[in-house]
């Protein structure tokens, strides 16, 4: 028997050395296991401690994706933007900058039940300054559909605070880099743009929008859509009404997002309710050209029976309404919460 071949990790030339460490400090995003149960950049936050050129060679696939789902993480991460200015203040090996590194943004349902409300406001408020560069910079960024409104307006007022009107030509170009701006939790009653600023720059330099359907609440009808039982003419008639047209000059995309789901929505929230559901991702998309007509004179039902997309599948529904379900599953828990669908890029 031959002996085996025994080949040390610090024998291998430093190229392969660091993409190999940069493939151990990818986040196990798609783990079956709850984020809270099992931390997915434990591996990158392990190796950062072990060098500076560890560190810097896996910040990148640390930071790419951020997910802060709650109101805690959001708090360590503006606290993590403080310290790299103290670092780059004091020209420290150890600084980063992170604008130029985070290239996806998630902010969850981030309430603080703990604090009284006066308090809990003036806190976000502050809290939410602070990753402001972070929401600028970011090309995907995905927000909680009850704190939009927060988020928008801090951006905005971040950008008008620096600009000041009375130099040059008045206020310089909005310097958000959004290119996918994500609605989680979305339904037909949301209304969340409804007290939304007239005029948003924000709003009018995204072009793709997409929603997140609140499964909780709108469970049963997309379930039936995808199976083909109704067609999806009266959820997209009412979001499609909730969008400040005016506003979104830039707008290309308008997508909608559901679990794809092939048998009733009773069965899956009885399976679903012990021990969670890994599910194919159907994604319903309306070109800029259809949304700019009048949805009105649209026609919106076809002749049944109506068509059945299949993972893996695209199909045209309409001349400007294209489906398309994921081939791959995302693990969805209890609630049919989006965190880890939206974080494999499987909602994208």
């Known amino acids: 028997m031959e002996p085996a071949i025994c080949f040390g990790f610090s024998d291998l030339p430093l190229e392969i050395a660091l993409l190999i460490l940069k493939y151990a400090a990818q986040p196990t995003l798609s ?5 809270t149960d099992k931390n997915p950049y434990s591996s990158a936050l392990s190796l950062c401690l072990v060098s500076r050129l560890m560190r810097r060679t896996v910040l990148p696939e640390l930071l790419h994706t951020i997910s802060l789902r709650r109101f805690r ?7 993590a933007q403080l310290i790299q200015k103290m670092y780059a203040a004091k020209n420290s090996d150890l600084f980063s900058d992170y604008t130029t590194i985070v290239q996806r943004m998630w902010l969850g349902n981030y309430s603080n039940t703990s604090m009284a409300p006066r308090l809990r406001q003036s806190e976000h408020k502050r809290v939410m300054s602070m ?4 929401l600028l910079a970011a090309p995907a960024l995905a927000i909680d559909c009850d704190h939009s409104k927060l988020v928008i307006q801090s951006m905005e ?3 008008t605070s620096r600009t000041d009107p009375n130099v040059g030509h008045g206020h310089s170009s909005f310097p958000g880099k959004t290119q996918s701006l994500t609605i989680m939790g979305h339904n037909t009653e949301s209304e969340i743009f409804k007290n939304t600023r007239k005029g948003s720059v924000f709003l009018a330099s995204i072009p793709h929008l997409t929603y997140l359907v609140h ?3 709108e469970g049963v009808e ?4 995808s199976r083909g039982l109704i067609y ?11 969008i400040p047209w005016a506003c979104m000059k830039s707008l290309k995309t308008f997508s909608v997002v559901y679990p794809h789901m092939d048998t009733s929505y009773d069965d899956y929230a009885r399976t679903n309710n012990r021990t969670g559901l890994g599910l194919h991702v159907e994604r319903l998309t309306v070109s800029n050209f259809l949304f700019k007509q009048d949805s009105g004179s649209f026609p919106w039902v076809p002749t049944p029976p109506f068509p059945v997309t299949g993972p893996g599948e695209k199909s045209m529904r309409l001349d400007g309404v294209l489906v398309e379900v994921t081939s791959d599953r995302a693990n969805f828990g209890p609630c049919y919460l989006w965190d880890k669908a939206w974080a494999c890029g499987l909602t994208d």
């Open 31 to 35: 783990q079956r296991e709850n984020y």
């Open 73 to 79: 993480s959001m708090q360590s991460f503006a606290k």
């Open 131 to 134: 990753l402001v560069p972070m």
């Open 157 to 159: 007022d971040a950008w």
């Open 215 to 217: 499964v909780a609440v």
């Open 222 to 225: 997309f379930c039936n859509i």
């Open 232 to 242: 999806p003419a009266y959820p997209l008639r009412m979001w499609m009404h909730d």
